[in-house]
């Protein structure tokens, strides 16, 4: 096993262990490694006197409270290791609590707490250092070099919970934006699934209620005609559940094997196919008139396309009592500009309300424009313009 796989699970017990507890045993272990000159004395030295142990414990047992008062605490032991020095000549071999408070300054103090503290100990560790006899430049050297070694490693550990900080709070900054994202993407699901809902059953279920007013009237005196009625009946109510399970397939759990219930969503190329289906169930002449070159579109731009015409002929059908309609494609350079006109009874007989609504919101989710009302020649007229893929991204701004 190597040192770091059992290193880095000790470090994060005692990261996360009651401080008291963990502070108070850093004070018991200083205070031993204290008494040890004292209790093992250097040949000619004195032994360890009760005053020079409470001398001794004064450096050690202020570090219980380090990382509650760590500017108290670094006072008391910086006040108690040169006495301890003068009481005890020469001074302690190693300055074990002012190593500790040196780190715990640094890293919990203000900041001129942290520069009173690293002069004074500098000056504090000169003096003491001159009161001794015959001291050795190198003695000089591993002191002063003990005291900016714990000040460095304390700046250190600050600098790392100061990063480690920053990491955490955007973590979870990009936890909410990403949850943000999520409610919204799921709120623009549920807008997309209502309207396709909306417009598959409205154009649907309107070609039916003329289908089925239009039966009863014929089904004694033209019987073929009543049962082309009836006919054209359940070719919507198929085509409806057929769009049904495209929309729906979304809602799906994926097949085994990595199939989906999901079927390619109409698009510009669909559009013949139901101008002729509505012309055939609604009785309705439907012209479709195609200009400029047709090129691929984005997928949500090929439904909006194939949804905001359905949209337009389904109100025709519903509300205007209409002999006749035209869907113009016009295809520019930067857009695609479809306009459904009919000869109906123009814009006060109810082409507002949710089919306007659905188109205006389609248009607007690909960066299109929607205008409507009254056409050149009376009756009404709708025009989207949807922005091709070069100048889509300009668009949705």
Not at 112 to 118: S, T
Not at 208 to 223: H, I, L, N
Request: charged share 20%; proline share 6%; glycine share 8%.
């Amino acid at each position: 096993m190597s040192a770091r796989s059992w290193i880095a699970p000790v470090a994060e017990r005692l990261r996360t262990a009651n401080p008291y507890v963990v502070d108070s045993a850093l004070a018991a272990l200083v205070l031993f490694a204290v008494s040890l000159q004292w209790i093992f004395p250097d040949e000619g030295d004195d032994r360890l006197t009760w005053q020079g142990w409470l001398i001794g414990a004064a450096t050690a047992l202020p570090l219980v409270w380090r990382r509650r008062a760590p500017f108290a605490t670094a006072c008391a032991v910086s006040v108690a290791t040169p006495v301890q020095a003068v009481h005890h000549a020469p001074p302690p071999d190693v300055m074990y609590g002012g190593m500790v408070v040196l780190y715990t300054i640094a890293t919990l103090g203000r900041p001129w707490q942290r520069r009173l503290m690293l002069v004074g100990w500098l000056i504090g560790v000169s003096l003491t250092m001159a009161h001794k006899e015959d001291p050795q430049p190198f003695e000089y050297a591993f002191h002063l070099l003990s005291v900016v070694c714990a000040y460095g490693f304390g700046v250190l550990a600050r600098v790392q919970r100061a990063y480690t900080a920053e990491l955490e709070d955007r973590a979870r900054r990009l936890e909410r934006e990403r949850a943000a994202d999520t409610v919204r993407a799921i709120a623009q699901e549920r807008s997309r699934i209502a309207r396709d809902m909306h417009d598959v059953l409205a154009h649907a279920v309107s070609l039916m209620v003329v289908q089925a007013e239009a039966g009863p009237v014929v089904v004694r005196s033209d019987p073929a005609r009543a049962e082309a009625s009836f006919d054209a009946i359940a070719a919507a109510g198929r085509d409806a559940m057929a769009q049904l399970r495209r929309i729906l397939g979304v809602l799906k759990e994926p097949q085994a094997g990595g199939g989906s219930w999901r079927l390619p969503q109409p698009g510009v190329a669909e559009l013949p196919d139901l101008v002729r289906r509505v012309g055939e169930s609604a009785g309705l002449r439907v012209e479709l008139r195609t200009s400029g070159t047709p090129r691929p579109l984005p997928q949500d731009t090929e439904v909006a396309a194939f949804r905001v015409v359905q949209e337009a002929l389904t109100n025709t059908v519903k509300h205007a009592r209409a002999d006749s309609a035209t869907v113009e494609l016009d295809w520019a350079e930067d857009e695609l500009t479809l306009t459904v006109t009919d000869d109906g009874r123009g814009p006060s007989a109810g082409h507002g309300g949710h089919g306007l609504i659905g188109i205006r919101e389609r248009a607007a989710a690909c960066g299109g424009s929607v205008r409507a009302g009254r056409g050149p020649e009376g009756g009404f007229q709708v025009v989207v313009r949807l922005p091709a893929a070069v100048d889509r991204a300009a668009a949705l701004g």
